[in-house]
């Protein structure tokens, strides 16, 4: 008993043709998938792993800008007791007063009169 007759035949190595034709191109794309899901996989490991160093980095960037910010304080606060300091210190024009003063006093250049001198002098000037 033959299940196909001669003229099935044709029509029979047409449908075998087509489905290892359809086969092959499944198999073809089934790898392609493959291929694909791969280069998916592949870039989401590389997406994961590059913002795991971008969020380590900006982690250090802001701990960086925290130190600057520190610093940055502890500079301003040494600024305003160096400007207190200054404050409380004499201007120049006050030092030369000064100067002036110590130098009118200055034993060493001054001309002392004793109490004799003194006496003469009036009695000469009268």
């Known amino acids: 008993m033959a299940v196909f007759k001669e003229s099935d035949v044709p029509v029979s190595n047409e449908i075998i043709r087509r489905t290892n034709e359809n086969t092959r191109r499944i198999r073809s794309l089934e790898e392609l998938t493959r291929i694909l899901e791969n280069k998916i996989y592949s870039l989401e490991e590389r997406i994961l792993k590059n913002q795991e160093e971008v969020k380590k980095r900006f982690e250090e960037l ?50 002392f009169v004793t109490r004799q001198e003194v006496e003469k002098m009036i009695r000469e000037s009268k």
């Open 62 to 111: 802001e701990n960086s800008i925290k130190d600057l910010n520190i610093r940055l304080m502890k500079i301003e606060n040494e600024e305003e007791k160096i400007k207190k300091t200054l404050e409380k210190t004499v201007k120049k024009p006050e030092l030369e007063e000064i100067e002036s003063f110590v130098e009118l006093m200055n034993p060493l250049k001054m001309n």
